[in-house]
């Protein structure tokens, strides 16, 4: 099992960057394809960003692509969002998911089949 916990949430002018953070404790960190959806209020949980557990390769929902990225640390077990030009409809709480078997490839079409999730971390972008 893995247990995930995010931070770096706040309040942010449109335009302005936030970087999120989750630590992943309890196994083997570099086992699981690593995530992050969002849900703002009102709406359902959307993908966001995710990154495969081999290869590094990562992969966008069209709304963040070319203004958030998503990157890991091994080392420190540490999975991170950094949000660029961020615009209000960016508003929401941000989740850090990980799964073993489902490729990060997935993640998009297949989010109920993910097995481990945060408790979010809440972003506001003012306008």
């Known amino acids: 099992q893995v247990q995930l916990v995010e931070s770096g949430g706040g309040l942010v002018q449109t335009g302005g960057s936030l970087r999120l953070s989750c630590a992943a404790s309890?196994?083997?960190?570099?086992?699981?394809?690593m995530g992050w959806f969002r849900q703002a209020p009102g709406k359902e949980r959307e993908f966001v960003a995710s990154i495969s557990r081999a290869y590094g390769s990562t992969y966008y929902t069209d709304s963040v692509k070319g203004r958030f990225t998503i990157s890991v640390d091994n080392a420190k077990n540490l999975v991170y969002l950094q949000m660029n030009s961020l615009k209000p409809d960016d508003t929401a709480v941000y989740y850090c998911?990980?799964?073993?078997?489902?490729?990060?490839?997935?993640?998009?079409?297949?989010?109920?089949?993910?097995?481990?999730w945060g408790k979010g971390t809440l972003v506001t972008v003012s306008s």
């Open positions: 309890g196994s083997t960190f570099r086992s699981y394809h």
């Open positions: 998911a990980a799964d073993r078997g489902l490729h990060a490839s997935n993640w998009n079409s297949r989010s109920m089949s993910i097995g481990y």
